[in-house]
């Protein structure tokens, strides 16, 4: 059986508007406009002397258990967009929604010449850029944004809605 021509399109917008989008959550609303706006001094979010390799075993064992995604930050804090980064991941909004979806450890890279093993576990030998975000399935150890490590690697010319929103996409 054959439906009219405007039946078959109203059933295809209704399914199309309908469809939840994949692999998204509703971002915080970060209520800043600019990282202009964060509270100072920002972050300094990296432990130097920190055992990286104990810190990312422990968050992905944590990750698993919790049934979160696991989020490596890869930098420095020498780095102004990893500290603009930290400034905006510590706001309540982001911060709670940050601990909801994510284990979250910071590495220090120094300045991409230590702990370098951490992000060639998944492929990223050295970072194009830091900060470099890995969000990895602690499920199956796999990357999930291939390609887009470092795409807050310009932090500090993103509006921190931009950037709750990027962490939104992969949960």
Known sequence: MRLPLFLAFSAAAV??????????ATPPRVGIANVNQLPQPLPLPYDTAAN???QV???KARARKNGKKL??????????DCRVLAGIMALPTVKAFVARHYELVMVDIG?????????????????????????VDPRTDKLLNVGRTS???????????????WLAQWV
């Open 111 to 135: 300045r991409f010449d230590k702990n370098l093993q951490i992000g060639a576990q998944y492929g990223i030998a050295r970072p194009a850029g830091v900060p470099a975000l890995l969000v």
């Open 71 to 80: 989020l490596i930050d890869l930098g420095g804090n020498w780095c102004p």
């Open 151 to 165: 795409a807050l690697a310009d932090a500090r010319n993103m509006t921190p809605q931009a950037l709750a929103d």
């Open 15 to 24: 399914f199309t508007v309908a469809a939840p989008a994949l692999n998204a």
């Open 57 to 59: 075993a422990a968050a």
């Open 52 to 54: 990286a390799d104990a």
